[in-house]
């Protein structure tokens, strides 16, 4: 079955950067095309970022573009997303997850990580 | 303030049926496929609706999807006490080039 396994979060300053990892398992990782979505604590699902199954195609949400990047490792089965320039508005849940069709990059997620918390604090 | 707008909350009695819904535009709902997701407290959200009405599979059959137009709606028939949390619509908005998310429907069992 699918395994989504996000890792690298934690507690940080503002103004730092974090790497986030989502180590995929149980699928053909290079067909799929890769989200992420972040939750703030008490707030709703945050959509900011997909990545084709190529890892060659890149979209972003307003909120995060020019400071967050994502990208895809096909020969590792994993999935990053680059956090740069962080804030307190950044203290969320960070959640990897699947698209719904092969080779799709604009479907919505169909499996999703259990997340992993990051913490901006000074 | 999201770009799909779902109401804030709802209720039902064990064995009722429920509605959600979810508004959009012509570049969103309009344009693409709707999904659905429940998310219980402290959890991962979890997949009910894939492509406006696909139900996945090990998803009940008590859950149905729709769409017309800029909106879609999520039904849940003989409602049960695990069916409790918030429920997220989501698609993908062609002018925006990114997913959107609905700000979530509390579901509660009385």
């Known amino acids: 079955q699918v395994r989504l396994v996000e890792s690298g979060g934690g507690v940080v300053r503002p103004g730092t950067s974090l790497r986030l990892s989502c180590a995929a398992s149980g699928f053909v990782f290079n067909t799929y095309g890769m989200h992420w979505v972040r939750q703030a604590p008490g707030k709703g699902l945050e959509w900011l970022a997909v990545v084709s199954y190529a890892g060659n195609t890149d979209f972003y949400a307003d909120s995060v573009r020019g400071r967050f990047s994502i990208s895809k490792d096909n020969s590792k089965s994993t999935m990053y997303l680059q956090l740069n320039g962080l804030t307190k508005d950044d203290t969320a849940v960070y959640y990897c997850?699947?698209?719904?069709?092969?080779?799709?990059?604009?479907?919505?997620?169909?499996?999703w990580g259990q997340g992993t918390l990051v913490t901006v604090s000074s | 303030q999201s770009v799909l707008s779902q109401p804030p909350s709802t209720s039902g009695t064990p064995g009722q049926r429920v509605t959600m819904s979810c508004s959009g535009s012509d570049s969103n709902i309009g344009s693409n496929y709707v999904y659905w997701y429940q998310q219980r407290p402290g959890a991962a959200p979890e997949l009910r609706i894939s492509?406006?009405?696909q139900r996945p599979s090990g998803v009940p059959d008590r859950f149905s999807g729709s769409k017309s137009g800029t909106s879609a709606s999520l039904d849940i028939n003989g409602l049960r006490s695990e069916d409790e949390g918030e429920y997220y619509c989501?698609?993908?908005?062609?002018?925006?080039?990114?997913?959107?998310f609905g700000g979530g429907t509390m579901l509660t069992v009385l």
């Open positions: 997850a699947r698209t719904g069709a092969q080779w799709r990059m604009i479907d919505l997620i169909d499996s």
């Open positions: 492509r406006n009405n």
């Open positions: 989501a698609v993908w908005d062609d002018s925006l080039k990114g997913a959107v």
